[in-house]
T-cell receptor, first 112, second 115 residues
Framework: LAKTTQPISMDSYEGQEVNITCSHN???????ITWYQQFPSQGPRFIIQ???TKVTNEVASLFIPADRKSSTLSLPRVSLSDTAVYYC?????????????FGAGTRLAVHP | GAVVSQHPSRVICKSGTSVKIECRSL??????MFWYRQFPKQSLMLMAT?????????EQGVEKDKFLINHASLTLSTLTVTSAHPEDSSFYIC???????????FGPGTRLTVL
């Protein structure tokens, strides 16, 4: 299972773009990259998932370079409600045993 | 789509009693469900993987006789904490995965407090 490394914490201000980078040097060929958001006392919420290049949805973008050894979650124009812990995970979602191991995550604090 | 529910959301019990937590996939069939535990200010720790119709696979250090998991149908998995102790107090979260190429979707969590 690939391990991931993220910054422990980040600070931003309302309206700014936030980029959280995750390193996963040992990512395997079949591994996908998935990002979750977690608020206190809630279960993680799926944000975005990708395999390579760029993926965009209504809440975020995910940039993955060609070597796939890292990925960057981009949150456009954050608001106070984006204050949460963000987890980057890698794993094979095509197999029958999709075990995800959570790292420490990145604690994002958005200030007024 | 992909909604997972848990019941109860919060439970308080006395030491020595058993507590059952339910995890349901509401709008999809989950061939695999996972159970996690999270202590305050810490990350999620995977406890076990549950496949429908077969025995659960427990992570190292998780007592299978203490944390009983049953995945009786494609939409329901249960975690029973037997003979609960105060150190079992934690936030328990389940997730479910659909068949095929898909990610995991998490439930809202269950706060267990053992007095």
């Amino acid at each position: 299972l690939a391990k991931t490394t993220q910054p422990i914490s980040m600070d931003s201000y309302e309206g700014q773009e936030v980029n959280i980078t995750c390193s996963h040097n040992n990512i395997a060929t079949n591994d996908y990259i998935t990002w979750y958001q977690q608020f206190p006392s809630q279960g993680p919420r799926f944000i975005i998932q990708g395999y390579k290049t760029k993926v965009t949805n209504e809440v975020a973008s995910l940039f993955i370079p060609a070597d796939r050894k890292s990925s960057t979650l981009s949150l456009p124009r954050v608001s106070l409600s984006d204050t949460a812990v963000y987890y980057c995970l890698v794993g094979d979602i095509s197999g029958g045993y999709n075990k995800l191991i959570f790292g420490a995550g990145t604690r994002l604090a958005v200030h007024p | 789509g992909a909604v997972v529910s848990q019941h109860p959301s919060r439970v308080i019990c006395k030491s020595g009693t058993s507590v059952k937590i339910e995890c349901r996939s509401l709008d999809f069939q989950a061939t695999t469900m996972f159970w996690y535990r999270q202590f305050p200010k810490q990350s999620l720790m995977l406890m076990a993987t549950s496949n429908e119709g077969s025995k659960a696979t427990y992570e190292q250090g998780v007592e299978k006789d203490k944390f009983l998991i049953n995945h009786a149908s494609l939409t329901l998995s249960t975690l029973t904490v037997t003979s609960a102790h105060p150190e079992d107090s934690s936030f328990y979260i389940c997730s479910a995965r659909r068949q095929g190429r898909d990610t995991q979707y998490f439930g809202p969590g269950t706060r267990l407090t053992v007095l």
